[in-house]
T-cell receptor
Framework: GESVGLHLPTLSVQEGDNSIINCAYS??????FIWYKQESGKGPQFIID?????DKRQGQRVTVLLNKTVKHLSLQIAATQPGDSAVYFC??????????FGKGNQVVVIP | GAGVSQSPSNKVTEKGKDVELRCDPI?????LYWYRQSLGQGLEFLIY????????KSGLPSDRFSAERTGGSVSTLTIQRTQQEDSAVYLC?????????????FGSGTRLTVV
């Protein structure tokens, strides 16, 4: 079955440094991937997405990298700020037209 | 509305009682999803509505759980005879389900506590 998982449960990063969050997926047929950010007491918020015909996509301070060979997805956050403290989820869309989510990775920004 | 609205935001209920959770999706979004999130866990898929098609109920954990979507808009998730293990945050999301921007827009969730 589909499986989406994250390597590190918690990432502590100094304010101003770059953050990298990794995600492994198992469904090679997945064609669309999304990163979500969830702050305490709120629902997940869309950050950035990428289609399987791309290997990199940039947004404002965020970059998503997709390596289909090893089925790996990463989210890079540049110049991490205190407001970036949250849980980050990766999600993949497979053949059933709905998203499968990983367990999440807590990012803690140290001022 | 501007976003996905869920009510109530918090619900405390006694074991064995029934509860109803409501979701108002973004106007015009044809797809609606319910997920459950237990403490420190990822999102567990429950049910998916797409337009007038039969819902995908494959994620409902037991027959105590049911959901409906009236008029292609508002959805209600019902949990009968609640158990303590039903305690979780129940998240609703909607999407346009077409082309780019497939991503879901989530509500803030209903935190259900069964005591």
């Amino acid at each position: 079955g589909e499986s989406v998982g994250l390597h590190l449960p918690t990432l502590s990063v100094q304010e101003g440094d770059n953050s990298i969050i990794n995600c492994a997926y198992s469904n090679s047929a997945s064609d669309y991937f999304i990163w979500y950010k969830q702050e305490s007491g709120k629902g997940p918020q869309f950050i950035i997405d990428i289609r399987s015909n791309m290997d990199k996509r940039q947004g404002q301070r965020v970059t998503v990298l997709l390596n289909k060979t090893v089925k790996h997805l990463s989210l890079q956050i540049a110049a991490t700020q205190p407001g970036d403290s949250a849980v980050y989820f990766c999600a993949e869309k497979g053949g059933n037209n709905r998203l499968a989510f990983g367990k999440g990775n807590q990012v803690v920004v140290i001022p | 509305g501007a976003g996905v609205s869920q009510s109530p935001s918090n619900k405390v209920t006694e074991k064995g009682k029934d509860v109803e959770l409501r979701c108002d999706p973004i106007s015009g979004h044809t797809a609606l999803y319910w997920y459950r999130q237990s403490l420190g866990q990822g999102l567990e898929f429950l049910i998916y509505f797409q337009g007038n098609s039969a819902p995908d109920k494959s994620g409902l954990p037991s027959d105590r759980f049911s959901a409906e979507r009236t008029g292609g808009s508002v959805s209600t998730l019902t949990i009968q005879r609640t158990q303590q293990e039903d305690s979780a945050v129940y998240l609703c999301a909607s999407s346009l389900y077409q082309g780019e921007g497939y991503g879901y827009t989530f509500g803030s969730g209903t935190r259900l506590t069964v005591v």
